[in-house]
T-cell receptor, first 111, second 112 residues
Framework: DADVTQTPRNRITKTGKRIMLECSQTKGHDRMYWYRQDPGLGLRLIYYSFDVKDINKGEISDGYSVSRQAQAKFSLSLESAIPNQTALYFC??????????FGPGTRLTVT | GNSVTQMEGPVTLSEEAFLTINCTYTATGYPSLFWYVQYPGEGLQLLLKATKADDKGSNKGFEATYRKETTSFHLEKGSVQVSDSAVYFCALKDTGRRALTFGSGTRLQVQP
């Protein structure tokens, strides 16, 4: 089984809808991250969490919110989706060291 | 602020050719440097890393040397294979910062 899983893997939704992307990990890491990938822009950090009670905004948090339900679960929500949130979304985890472990990604399309 | 600049792709090579993907960075502290690889339809995987100046990271025939004087971390491989076709991301983690800063990625296409 994969160490970092994301659901759904693909989602098409309409403008204005609320949507939640979920991430689970079995690596036992305290630190979890949500990134967004757009063509030609690399990965940009949306939110990160260093433990269940620690939530921090990244460089592009506007329009997003997160919930750290447990050490192993970190969800990303779009309260009212808009077309420019169409992107590939990645969850990642890490321990105290520098290496991050990534999930397979969720491809989100907002029409 | 921190930033990572990579050469634009796609880079198209024939099998067994020599590969260089350039990466330069700007950081306020003494960062650790990374190369991640993303194969089609998958998430990113760590390829190699270096944590201090003059360190050389290596893995699967790929190498990169941390050059503080030129603020660079270029990725090289002596003989690429079709299976190396992927997107390669250079990244840094600066001391005192809590997450990675990524470059825009470079797509490598290796033709048989």
């Amino acid at each position: 089984d994969a160490d970092v899983t994301q659901t759904p893997r693909n989602r098409i939704t309409k403008t204005g809808k609320r949507i939640m992307l979920e991430c689970s990990q079995t690596k036992g890491h305290d630190r979890m991250y949500w990134y967004r990938q757009d063509p030609g822009l690399g990965l940009r950090l949306i939110y990160y969490s260093f433990d269940v009670k620690d939530i921090n905004k990244g460089e592009i948090s506007d329009g997003y919110s997160v919930s750290r339900q447990a050490q192993a679960k970190f969800s990303l929500s779009l309260e009212s989706a808009i077309p420019n949130q169409t992107a590939l979304y990645f969850c990642a985890t890490s321990d105290y060291g520098n290496e991050q472990y990534f999930g397979p990604g969720t491809r989100l399309t907002v029409t | 602020g921190n930033s990572v600049t990579q050469m634009e792709g796609p880079v198209t090579l024939s099998e067994e050719a020599f590969l260089t993907i350039n990466c330069t960075y700007t950081a306020t502290g003494y960062p650790s440097l990374f190369w991640y690889v993303q194969y089609p339809g998958e998430g990113l995987q760590l390829l190699l890393k270096a944590t201090k100046a003059d360190d050389k990271g290596s893995n699967k025939g790929f190498e990169a040397t941390y050059r503080k004087e030129t603020t660079s971390f270029h990725l090289e491989k002596g003989s690429v294979q079709v299976s190396d076709s992927a997107v390669y991301f250079c990244a840094l983690k600066d001391t005192g910062r809590r997450a990675l800063t990524f470059g825009s990625g470079t797509r490598l296409q290796v033709q048989p």
